[in-house]
């Protein structure tokens, strides 16, 4: 596979270094832009130590690496959007897939060719940024941070161009394909920000968390394009027309079948989606599990001060006021329409953020909540047995309910986002996205809407009373 | 001389399909209609559906070995959708066909050996030279280096394009893209040649190269699927010839076939060199006359073998003077044109 592959990455890379529109900023940015830098930084340095601000020069270099080691990479997406559909729109890209490679290599072949030139500029322009810092300032970097700052450069080159090939082979028009970027080109800015603060603040250990995020995201791009890539969608689809009709079409034949009947629904289908997204409901599970263990051990590694233990005391007046709030913040007020509404929110918010993010943001309210659960349930312990009681009443006889509502919800949700990255084979993956949002849907209205509306019902009337029957006398 | 001893043996386990990855071996199958020779392409109900739209409709037909086909239709038809098929671009929505005994979907790697596709438009990469271009492509075709250099160096001087061979094929003109097309499609020395428009924006003495190709490719046992809209060029190269309307099949058979189902027998034309003094001969149940004057006569005869003669024979008898009799050409436009609208 890998030897196909290369032949299609080296044609193109040679057609890219003969392309002046990509080889003059690739230049300017690796030999240019690090002395422009460097000269930056020396400035920069001068004016900050004049004020004996000396931490700033040592976080404003890892930074500027970051920066001269980004610029180059960001020519792979204008170099991966055009992959496919650019050769579409010069009609060069039919005698390729008329030749006997298999969509893998040539898949393949065009991600290589579009992260390479770019990625041994970032190198090249890192190389020539510290070679110039050594020569003036003899400044050398940690290697540990360098080793950061490169891995998260590679990562990102991938997470661009496999995502902007991905959205190549799925438009019919290089401004189609442009237009689309915009979902990498925003995430990867917030992701840079975010580095830059991390780089400033010097917390280079969340930058670990970061890259194997970044892999991930990398592993999951990869895979949904070569599962998703398709030869006959390529070149039979002419025009990018949002078929509303079809889509409404398929959607109801996932959702109700032939004809609608509840009885069918409770005795076959909801069983049988259980079944089928049983690995969906153990990953939410797992993932649920591990919040409420690594809830539990933050609350030992941070407690609670003993003066503010000593402070807290579980007394009627307290659960009045609890139990009488209006609603006044982020909170819900206590009545079961508000929170019906509350949660459904969360899980319907999440879920529709879930189709952005391969499904994980989906899980994102689940875990964040499990999280809290085993962090006040650690926080508990140093009340004694009765703070663990008191939790225990005040979250178990709604959240017994609730529980597995929300869990419901998350894991089809999941599954929802997840689709697209490796639909069933003769599947698109629009069809697979069509199914699996039929399939949450149908668990939302028939499943997890009444769950959340007896939750709502236990958690105002009755959980209220038995913690007051508790404590309230 | 190595280089010809190389690319031949290149083309001969290419023909016999000895590739590891294209050992197709062609059962025997006789078609009392058509041709003795074993089909390189059948298609079976073959069946195109892109949402509501059915672009090919239960196609069913074949193509022996050696032999041209044409197919034409109007715009919009579906002969590019039936090449995709066939080249195992495009996956069936119904029905089969196969490519030298091999499914186009699920043998589609080895098919798409098999096969050339000089496609619609030529398509070529405008920054790369004609040398390292076909390499590109006879490396993907699993050419060893020496047989694609011969072979690319052999169908440039064939194309008159081997002085140009240092250009970019961004500066050639429009025909000798379609040429550099052509050339990449032959290559690899493919059984089954799918040409789409050959010679399309192509200046008459070019057009006539790639047609004596064409013609060449055919006496050595190559299989071509032509879509043209060039009727000329459809009658002097075909074998058979396929009509397509809407993505049906509505007319298949040699032009000769085509000419008399469609137009009826032939018309006769006999010309006198002085006008005729006598009433003419009828010859009655022999001809049916389509029009006369003193001049000329046209008739319709299903027996132009008896007919013709024992005519001559009348008019000599009274003393007519005959300057020619000869069958009234029909164009294939004409059948075509009739079957389509």
Redesign the interface.
Known sequence: MLTDALIITRREVRDSLRDWRIVAPILILTLIFPWIMNLSTRLAIAFVEEYNATIIPLRLIPFAVMIVGFFPISFSLIIALETFVGEKERNSLEPLLDTPISDASLYLGKLLAAMIPPLFASYLGVAAYLIGLYLTIQYVPEWIILLQIILLTTMEAIVMVSGAVVVSSHTTSVRAANLLASFIIIPMSFLLQAESILLFWGQYDVLWYILAALFVADVLLIRTGIRTFNREEILAREIDELNLGYMLRTFRQFFIGARFSLVRIYRDDVPRLLRENRLALATVLAALSLALIGGWFFASRYPLPAELIGSIKINPEMLRQQTAFQGNSLLPRLDVGTIFFYNLRSLLGFAALGLFSFGSLACLPMVTTMGLVGFLFGEARLFGAEGIVFLIAALVPHGIVELPAAILATAFALRAGASIIAPPPGVTAGENLLRALADFVKIILFVVLPLLFIAALIEVNVTPQILMWMYGR | MANAIRYSLFAIRNLLGLYS??SARTSIVHYGTRSRVPPLIETSELTKQ??TLTAVDHLTFNVAEGEILALLGPNGAGKTTTV?ML?S???PTGGSARIAGRDVVRDA??V??L?G?L??????????RPLEYLD??G????MPRATRRARAEELLRQFDLWDARNRRLGEFSKGMRQKM?LI?AMLHAPRVLFLDEPTSAMDPHSAKQVRDAIATLRGSGHTIFLCTHNLYEAESLADHIAVIRRGKLIAFGTPAQLKRDLLGPPIWELRLARPLSAPWPYLDGHLRVASSDDWSLQYHTETPESTNPLLLRRLQEIGAAVLTLHETPRSLEDVYLKLVQ
């Open positions: 990855h294209c892109f949402d995709r080249s671009i495009l996956k790697r080895t798409r050996h096969i596709h496609t619609e438009f030529p398509g070529l990469y405008l920054r790369m590109f492509f490396e993907l075709q699993k097309a990449r």
